[in-house]
């Protein structure tokens, strides 16, 4: 093979592995991990693109599809900001939930609205990140959603003055694996649309 055909070869080999690396995702979805006790299990993919979840009241389980629509808002989206949002689970009803459905939890640890997760805790408990103003969608209450600066400097939810965290456990929309279980140093709980934490 003459050089040329060789670099010509080699450039081909690169131009496919850029353009295979273009269409990969470059979402920063943790997995399970971290030493928690109680329901859940199993790795989550807990991003925010946005969807809301359903309206509609009551905690009803069963088996059927978890109820989306896509929030109005198409400019917030763009922007990369965080929907916060009302969806049901079977145990719990109506609980805040992120914008792919999965529910959104406090942790005692935290000091009013400055987080105390981070390293490992942060992955088994990944923070709910804004680009933008965090927006309500379906029964959230506007007036309740805040922002913190984290360590690192980005920037987390908050909900009545609780940082909002996703749980690696929550392997679908409509889960609360991670409700009242202690991990890290404290307990967590799901947040009801008023800002209190959900029974079990």
Known sequence: MSRSTY?????AIAAALVIAGCGSSSDSTSSGG?????????????GNESTSASSEEGGSGGGGAYPYSAPA??????SGAAFVSLGSTPDL????????????????KDKG??????G????GWPPLLTEGEPQPSNGANASLLGTTERKDGTTQVTYKGHPLY?????????????NDISAFGAQWYALKGNGEE???
């Open 166 to 178: 996703t749980f690696a456990g929550d392997q679908k929309p409509g889960e609360a694996n991670g």
């Open 113 to 118: 609205t400055t987080s105390a997760c981070y």
């Open 34 to 46: 971290g030493a928690y006790s109680g329901k859940g299990g199993g790795a989550a993919s807990n």
């Open 73 to 78: 808002n198409g400019e917030a989206e763009a």
């Open 93 to 108: 009803g109506m609980v805040l939930v992120d914008s792919k459905g999965f529910t959104l939890y406090d942790f005692h």
């Open 7 to 11: 670099a010509f070869a080699l450039l």
């Open 198 to 200: 959900a029974g079990d």
């Open 120 to 123: 490992a805790c942060a992955q």
